[in-house]
C-alpha cells in the first residue's frame, strides 16, 4: 500500500538491518544541570531515527524471536479481526454509521445502514468512505476521526480525516445521499480544531488560521464563522495563555441552531462559557470549574467540578437558553460513593452514566412539574456502561454494557419510555468460568482506604506465586472500572496470570474530590496509592514483587517512571507506553501546555521544586538495581511527544540498566487505528511480561 509515510518506514527498515548487530557506543550519562538527549525530541532528525530503528532492532530480535510471540501475535490478531464484533453504532438522523476494521479493511470503511436493519440484527450496510481505497489514491494513511453531520436530515457532514492517527485532522465535506465528498464544498486542511454547522452555509470554527494563532498547547484560541463564499468573520478571541477556545451549536427540538455555547478554556480543568446569540455575547454566570454536556428542553447541562450557589461539586446543572443569568436548576447531585462519569443528551432528555463504587448504572432525567425527576434504566447488574450514542431526532440511546468477565453487549433504550432491548452480544474470547473477580481495599501513605479489582484464575494460590499485571492512570478525573479486555483475557488470564486494576486517587471514580485531591504539589500521593496497593497485594499472598509487573500509558506512564525509580524492589517488569516522562519539559513538547493545570507550571521555581522530587526522568540514579522495562511509543502521537519515552530509555541506557525500547511509526497517541499494527503491539506486551513474570 502506497502511503505518505513509507519512505519513512522503509527508512527505519534499511537502517535496523545495517545496525541490528552492531548498536555502537552507549550513550553517556547526563552530568549534573545538563540533558545530552534532547536531539531525541527532533521527531524525524535522520540521527533520531537512527536510533530509533537500532532500539526497534534489537527490542525486534528479543521480544519476536520468543517462540511465544508467533501464538500469541496470531490469537491478538483473531480478536482484532474477528468477524463477529460489535459493529458498534453512531445514530445518525435514521440512520446508523459505523466504522469497520478487519482484515480486508485495515484502515476500515465508514458505512451506514437503516436503523430498521440494524435493530433487527441484519443490518443493509453501505459503504459511504473506503479509507484503504482513498489512502492508496491519495498517497496517505487515512483513519477516520468522526463526523459532524448537519441536522435534521443530516445529509451533510463534515468529515474528519486523520493522516497517521495523529490528533490533528483534515475536515472534508461530505454528501452521504451520494456518498462523496461536495465537489467546492467545505474543506479544512490538517490542524487540530474544532467545526459545527449553524446553517447549511455556515460554520463555527475554532483552527488556527495563521502564524500567531495558535496557543502554548497547539489549539486554537480564535472562533470565526465561515460561509461557503469563504467569508470568515472573527466572533470570539481568548488569549494565547489559554489551552484552546472551541464551540457548540446550540439547536431546539427541530434540529434549528439557537447559538452558540463557547468555551474558553483558562486551563485544562477551567472554562469560561459564554453564549452567543443574535450576534451578542452573553458570558454564562458559572464558576470556572465546569463542563458543557449539551442541550435539552430548552436548557444548557453542565457538570459542576466545584461547588457553587449551594450545589455541591460533581452535581448536574441546567441553565435555561431564554435566561442564562438566572438560577441554575439542579438536576442531579450523586451521593458519596457515585460520581458522574458522562452525561449524554437525547431530543429531549437528559441521560447521565454513573459509578457507585466503581460500578456502573444509568439514570434518564426529564423536566416535568417544573423539577427534574430521574428514573434508573433496566440493564445488566455489576456491569459498566458506556452510552454509545445518543439521538437528536429522538430519545434513543445506544449503551455498551461489559465487566472483566463478561464480554461487551450492546442495548437499545428508548429513554422516553424506559423500554430496552439487547440488540448484540460479542462472543467470549477467553474461557471466563476458569476465572474469578474480587475488590480489595488498601491503606495508602496518608491512611486513604484505596480500592483495587483483581482478576485471576479460579484456585489461585495465596503463596505469592501468581504472575500479576497491575494497571494503574490516576489523573484527570478518568476513572478506570471494570472492562472487558479480550486480549489480556486470551494471552494472559488463560496462561494463568492475574490483572489488576488499581483506582488510585486522580481518576474520577469518586468524583472531583478524588481527582483534585492529588493535583499539583499532591501528586505524590498518587503514586504512594500505587505503591500501598502492589504491598497490599503481597500481603495477602495474591502475588509478590518477583511476579508483580506494572503497566501505564498516558499519563499513567508518569505513575509507571515513578514507580520504577521510587520503588524498584516492588515489581520486576515495567511497561511504559506513550509515556510523559520528563515532567520538568513536558510543558515544551506537543499539547503538554495544556497539562500545566494537572501538574503544575515547571517554569515556577516553586513547581518545578516539587515537580523534580517524582519525575522519572530526572530521578534515575546510577548503581540502582532497577528492573528491565519496556518502554514504547508512537512517533506519530501528537499528544504525547514521543522524545519522552526515547530520553527515558537513552538515560537507562547511558546508565547501563537493562530496557527494550520499540516505537511504532503509525497510530498516533491511541496506538489502536491500525488491527494488525495493535496485534503486533499486544504480542509484544505480553511477551515481554511472560519472559518477566512467568518464566
Not at 5 to 24: D, K
Not at 342 to 362: P, R, Y
Not at 415 to 432: K, N, Q, V
Not at 505 to 529: C, I, N, T, Y
Amino acid at each position: 500500500m502506497k502511503t505518505r509515510f513509507r519512505p519513512l518506514t522503509r527508512a527505519l527498515s534499511l537502517v535496523a538491518a545495517v545496525l541490528a548487530l552492531n548498536l555502537g557506543p552507549p550513550p553517556r550519562a547526563a552530568p549534573a544541570g545538563e540533558d545530552p538527549f534532547l536531539w531525541l525530541e527532533d521527531i524525524e532528525s535522520p540521527r533520531a531515527l537512527e536510533w530509533v530503528a537500532r532500539q526497534n532492532a534489537r527490542t525486534s530480535a528479543v521480544l519476536e524471536s520468543d517462540k511465544r510471540y508467533a501464538p500469541f501475535l496470531a490469537e491478538a490478531r483473531a480478536i482484532f479481526t474477528a468477524p463477529d464484533r460489535i459493529a458498534w453504532p453512531s445514530l445518525r438522523g435514521s440512520e446508523v454509521d459505523n466504522v469497520w476494521q478487519d482484515a480486508g479493511h485495515v484502515q476500515g470503511v465508514w458505512r451506514t445502514s437503516s436503523a430498521a436493519a440494524y435493530r433487527s440484527g441484519r443490518p443493509d450496510w453501505t459503504t459511504l468512505i473506503d479509507l484503504d481505497a482513498l489512502s492508496k489514491a491519495e498517497g496517505r494513511h487515512w483513519i477516520f476521526k468522526g463526523a459532524t453531520c448537519l441536522p435534521p436530515a443530516a445529509r451533510l457532514c463534515l468529515v474528519r480525516l486523520s493522516d497517521g492517527g495523529g490528533d490533528a485532522v483534515e475536515v472534508r465535506e461530505f454528501d452521504v445521499a451520494r456518498r462523496a465528498f461536495v465537489e467546492g464544498g467545505f474543506r479544512f486542511p490538517a490542524s487540530k480544531l474544532t467545526v459545527d454547522w449553524l446553517d447549511a452555509d455556515t460554520l463555527a470554527v475554532a483552527r488556527v488560521a495563521a502564524d500567531g494563532e495558535a496557543t502554548a498547547s497547539g489549539y486554537p484560541y480564535i472562533l470565526r464563522t465561515v460561509n461557503r463564499r469563504g467569508e470568515s468573520r472573527e466572533i470570539f478571541r481568548g488569549q494565547p495563555t489559554d489551552v484552546s477556545v472551541a464551540a457548540s451549536v446550540l439547536r431546539d427540538e427541530a434540529g434549528r441552531s439557537q447559538g452558540l455555547v463557547i468555551n474558553r478554556a483558562v486551563d485544562f480543568f477551567r472554562s469560561e462559557f459564554s453564549l452567543w446569540r443574535d450576534g451578542k455575547l452573553i458570558r454564562l454566570p458559572l464558576p470556572l470549574h465546569a463542563t458543557y454536556q449539551g442541550s435539552a428542553q430548552g436548557r444548557m447541562i453542565f457538570i459542576l467540578k466545584e461547588d457553587w450557589k449551594g450545589l455541591s461539586s460533581g452535581s448536574v446543572i441546567a441553565l435555561r437558553r431564554d435566561d442564562p443569568g438566572g438560577a441554575p436548576e439542579r438536576v442531579f447531585t450523586p451521593g458519596q460513593s457515585q460520581a458522574v462519569q458522562d452525561v449524554s443528551v437525547t431530543a429531549g432528555l437528559v441521560a447521565i452514566n454513573l459509578l457507585d463504587e466503581v460500578k456502573g448504572a444509568v439514570e434518564v432525567f426529564d423536566m416535568t412539574r417544573g423539577r427534574w425527576t430521574g428514573e434508573r434504566l433496566s440493564l445488566p447488574r455489576d456491569a459498566t456502561f458506556q452510552i454509545v450514542s445518543a439521538s437528536d431526532v429522538d430519545d434513543v440511546l445506544m449503551i455498551s454494557a461489559e465487566g472483566f468477565l463478561d464480554p461487551p453487549s450492546l442495548w437499545r433504550v428508548d429513554a422516553a419510555t424506559g423500554e430496552t432491548s439487547r440488540i448484540a452480544s460479542l462472543p467470549p474470547r477467553f474461557p471466563a468460568e476458569g476465572a474469578q473477580v474480587a475488590q480489595y481495599w488498601a491503606t495508602s501513605s496518608d491512611g486513604v482506604r484505596i480500592p483495587y479489582f483483581v482478576v485471576s484464575p479460579k484456585g489461585a494460590r495465596k503463596d505469592g506465586s501468581t504472575p500479576t499485571l497491575m494497571y494503574g492512570y490516576g489523573g484527570f478525573e478518568i476513572a478506570k472500572p471494570p472492562i472487558y479486555l479480550p486480549e489480556m483475557g486470551r494471552l494472559w488470564l488463560a496462561r494463568g496470570g492475574a490483572y489488576v486494576i488499581a483506582n488510585i486517587r486522580g481518576g474520577g471514580e469518586f468524583g472531583p474530590a478524588w481527582h483534585q485531591s492529588v493535583m499539583r504539589e499532591k501528586r505524590q500521593l498518587a503514586f504512594d496509592d500505587f505503591a500501598a496497593v502492589a504491598r497490599d497485594m503481597t500481603a495477602r499472598g495474591l502475588t509478590s514483587p518477583r511476579r508483580l509487573g506494572i503497566y501505564g500509558r498516558s499519563n499513567g506512564g508518569v505513575l509507571t517512571t515513578v514507580s520504577m525509580t521510587q520503588h524498584p524492589e516492588l515489581w520486576n517488569a515495567v511497561v511504559v507506553e506513550s509515556p510523559l516522562v520528563d515532567m520538568l519539559r513536558y510543558h515544551k513538547l506537543s499539547a503538554g501546555a495544556s497539562w500545566v493545570g494537572e501538574y503544575g507550571d515547571p517554569d515556577l521555581p516553586a513547581d518545578a521544586a516539587f515537580i523534580s522530587r517524582y519525575s522519572g526522568y530526572q530521578n534515575l540514579r546510577p548503581g540502582v538495581a532497577y528492573p528491565e522495562a519496556y518502554i514504547t511509543t508512537n512517533t506519530r502521537d501528537d499528544r504525547v511527544h514521543p522524545g519522552h519515552a526515547r530520553k527515558f530509555a537513552a538515560q537507562l541506557e547511558a546508565l547501563g540498566v537493562p530496557y527494550l525500547y520499540y516505537e511504532q511509526t503509525l497510530g498516533g497517541h491511541s496506538n489502536d487505528s491500525d488491527p494488525e499494527l495493535n496485534a503486533r503491539r499486544w504480542a509484544r506486551h505480553y511477551v515481554y511480561l511472560a519472559r518477566r513474570l512467568m518464566d
